[in-house]
Structures are given as C-alpha cells and as structure tokens.
C-alpha cells in the first residue's frame, strides 16, 4: 500500500516556475517503487509527463517537457518532486503524482501501469 499527497501547484504566469512535491507513506518501502508524474487538462486525457526510477538514476520525459521540467526524488523523505521551468499556458493541468510498485526494467510511460495515484493538485499558468 502505497498513500501519495501532491502539493505545491498554484497560479503562474507563463515563464514562470513552480516545484511540485509528492509525499509517499505506507507499508511500501519508498525507495522500492518507481515514481511518475501525469498530468490532465480540462477536457483532455491524462498524459504522461516524467517518470523516475526507483533509486533516482534513471528518467523519462514526455517531449514538450523536456528541457523544462526535472523529475527527482530523496528517498530519505518519501518524496518525490517536479520542478517546471519556463512554464507556458499549454502545462496548466491538474498535475497527479503516481507509484509503479512491479518490479521492472525499463520507466513506464502508461498510466495503467501505476497502482497507486495521489489526489492531484492544480497547476494554471496565465498568459
């Protein structure tokens, strides 16, 4: 089991910057489970933004993130962030974090793939 609480999102102008945090608890060992972050625009589907691996070495970024958004993760803490660069209007979403407990090789870019998922929190970016 694993519990997850998004925080940190908020209003921005476009070109600003805004750092999400993620806190995991429960009996699941943090450090064990790769993390992703996903978000979903009004009358959008929910997408993949960033994924990391369970020890932090290795990360995965949907394209028009990348160079702007760093995925990252201190396992001491039980938390997970993003932090997003450059924002622009297109990113405004609600941002969900989300847990990928099987154990795999390679970071999983499907929302299907991840068994636990936070309550979300609203990033809007103004132009």
């Known amino acids: 089991q694993v519990q997850l609480v998004e925080s940190g999102g908020g209003l921005v102008q476009a070109g600003g910057s805004l750092r999400l945090s993620c806190a995991a608890s429960?009996?699941?060992?943090?450090?064990?489970?790769?993390m992703g972050w996903f978000r979903q625009a009004p009358g959008k589907e929910r997408e993949f933004v960033a994924a990391i691996s369970r020890g932090g070495s290795s990360t995965a970024y949907t394209d028009s993130v990348k160079g702007r958004f760093t995925i990252s993760r201190d396992n001491a803490a039980n938390t997970l962030y993003l932090e997003m660069n450059s924002l622009k209007p297109e990113d405004t979403a609600v941002y969900y974090c989300a847990a990928d407990t099987t154990l795999r090789a390679v970071l999983m870019r499907t929302g299907g793939a991840y068994d636990y998922w936070g309550q979300g929190t609203q990033v809007f970016v103004s132009s």
């Open positions: 429960g009996r699941r060992t943090f450090g064990d489970v790769a």
